[in-house]
């Protein structure tokens, strides 16, 4: 397995960056909580990897540490989740919030994650558990990232805002903008509204 890449950061867009290493091109999915730790672009970066394969494709997926391709390997051993999903999660919440609800058997926080039920949040915490022992952990008491606090419908509007170019910190003002109006909004309302007020 290919355990890291290393070389300049060619693109970087909220689910997918670009890595130049000596002329090669790797495209490699990524998870908004990757995205968010990334340098500028034309930058160096180094990223652990995950090869996918299957029989007709082989995807790249791109992880900022350990600790968050460990989750994402130990996510693709439940039955029902694969690596579309397994990203899903991560981007849904920061590995250090993901982790402390599976230890504490929070189905709620999990179930909060678009695509995870009630049932797949039982099976995170069941499966999961004893995993976490295992995983390499390199979490810090850094400040839980500001999208966790803009719900599930906040998180999709700011990835749609982000992949339209706009910057983190500019895209969470219109987003609380928006809820602060305190309308149940569908996300395409919240995100022409959150054009709007950008």
């Given at each position: 397995?290919?355990?890291?890449?290393?070389g300049?950061?060619?693109?970087?867009?909220p689910?997918?960056?670009?890595?130049?290493?000596?002329?090669?091109g790797y495209?490699?999915?990524i998870?908004l909580?990757?995205?968010?730790k990334?340098?500028e672009?034309d930058?160096?970066?180094?990223?652990k990897?995950?090869l996918?394969?299957?029989?007709?494709v082989?995807?790249f997926?791109?992880?900022?540490?350990?600790?968050?391709?460990?989750?994402f390997?130990g996510?693709?051993?439940i039955?029902g989740?694969g690596?579309?999903l397994a990203q899903?999660v991560?981007?849904?919440?920061s590995?250090?919030k993901?982790v402390?609800a599976?230890q504490t058997g929070?189905?709620?926080?999990l179930?909060?994650?678009?695509?995870?039920?009630?049932k797949?949040?039982?099976?995170?915490?069941?499966?999961l558990?004893?995993k976490l022992?295992?995983?390499r952990f390199e979490?810090g008491g850094e400040e839980?990232?500001?999208k966790?606090?803009?719900?599930?419908s906040?998180?999709e509007?700011m990835m749609a805002?982000l992949?339209l170019?706009?910057?983190?910190?500019q895209?969470?003002?219109?987003?609380?903008?928006?809820?602060q109006?305190?309308h149940?909004l569908?996300?395409?309302?919240?995100?022409?509204?959150a054009l709007?007020?950008i």
């Open positions: 397995m290919l355990e890291y890449i290393r300049r950061l060619v693109t970087k867009q689910m997918l960056a670009v890595v130049d290493v000596n002329g090669l495209a490699l999915k998870s909580s990757t995205y968010q990334l340098p672009q930058s160096e970066v180094e990223l990897t995950y996918h394969v299957r029989e007709d082989f995807q997926y791109g992880f900022f540490d350990d600790t968050e391709r460990d989750l390997t996510l693709l051993g039955s989740i690596p579309k899903t991560l981007s849904g919440m590995a250090e993901l402390k599976i929070d189905e709620a926080t179930s909060s994650i678009s695509g995870i039920g009630k797949t949040a039982q099976r995170l915490i069941v499966e558990k004893d022992k295992s995983i979490l839980e990232d500001s966790q606090t803009l719900g599930v906040g998180e509007v805002l992949s170019g706009y910057g983190r910190a895209a969470e003002r219109a987003i609380r903008k928006v809820q109006n305190g149940s569908t996300v395409e309302e919240m995100i022409k509204q709007q007020a």
